[in-house]
């Protein structure tokens, strides 16, 4: 995940695993809040032909993997509910562009960083965990999320030329890696 | 489809399919409107875990829908963007009650009436139509509707005895009715 500009600090994995079950609270808002932003942007551009079946295809996926950490909290015996999120999405946001087409590449840059930050804490939480049920979870997720990052950045590359994209990318980078660098530490994956 | 207080008028398919990419287009919209809704109810309602799994699967539903309903619009050569919608829906949502759990149990019925109407609709369609290809969209989406009727009202009933979920959606049915007589006649499923 070439797109990440800082490395999660050791025993990151291990301080979140002491509160398995809020983690995967956390992490079934956090593929909610996927589908919803995918949703989203094709509300926001209908026009744009090109995000609509892909951006609909990965709303899908999220939602698969919603249901799945929702089902394996009902076999835990864990109660989904309101949690109080990260601030690292809310933050995130706060670094993009604001007038078009660069907002459009922002958000999708925005999200292919989350999904790349996913993509390695879920390396190693896989590595990490010692539950096998949580282990085939975080490792299923991690390919998921590595490849939502590819249909983001590719995604971005139809709006502008792919260094355009790429140096933007380093920015927002840079950007992500302070925002979770400043984050509380709370049993959440991007926390 | 007992749930509607009122039958589409005759000629009412022969209007809107004298501009079915127009139709086309606020069908795809109706799509994704419909897959917000339920991943919206999920987000407003994450403590009610009998609403989690049926509606994740229904807002899939839902989008694989509107990815069909854009590829038809590709094939023809027809531009997806932005649309006027019909006042159906914001006018329906007015009779909802605003306390809960009534709001939640509104929610979920007028859900259920927009797809008893959208069936309804569908099925004239389907009978309607000329073209082929048309004709079986419609036939397959009339079939889909009819099942997501019955997700909502069963999940209705998970929130109040059937008789009083069966009395509010007869109250709810008489509001759809109005709402629809007094719709401007645009090429819309809901006009």
Same mark, same amino acid.
């Given at each position: 995940m070439p797109a990440l500009?800082?490395?999660?600090? %050791?025993?990151?994995?291990?301080?979140? @695993? #002491?509160?398995p079950d809020e983690l995967l609270i956390d992490h079934a808002h956090c593929e909610k809040k996927a589908a919803g932003t995918a949703i989203n942007l094709i509300f926001r551009y209908p026009q744009r032909h090109f995000l609509l079946e892909p951006l609909s295809r990965l709303a899908r996926e999220e939602l698969v993997h919603f249901e799945q950490v929702v089902a394996l909290l009902a076999r835990r015996g864990v109660a989904f509910g309101f949690q109080k999120p990260a601030p690292y999405a809310g933050r995130l946001r706060e670094g993009m562009?604001?007038?078009e087409p660069a907002r459009l590449i922002d958000t999708l840059l925005c999200c292919a960083l989350i999904e790349a930050r996913s993509c390695e804490r879920f390396?190693? +939480?896989?590595?990490t965990a010692e539950d096998p049920? +949580? /282990?085939?979870?975080f490792g299923g997720l991690r390919a998921a999320e590595a490849r939502h990052r590819g249909v983001y950045v590719d995604l971005a590359e /139809?709006?502008?030329? #792919?260094?355009?994209?790429?140096?933007? +990318? #380093?920015?927002?980078?840079?950007?992500?890696? /302070?925002?979770?660098?400043?984050? %509380? %530490? @709370? %049993? /959440?994956?991007?926390?």
């Open positions: 500009a800082s490395k999660t600090e %050791p025993g990151w994995a291990e301080r979140v @695993l #002491a509160a562009r604001t007038h390396q190693l +939480l896989a590595e049920e +949580l /282990r085939d979870l /139809r709006l502008a030329a #792919a260094e355009v994209v790429g140096e933007r +990318l #380093a920015e927002l980078a840079e950007h992500e890696a /302070r925002v979770l660098a400043d984050s %509380p %530490p @709370l %049993p /959440r994956i991007h926390a």
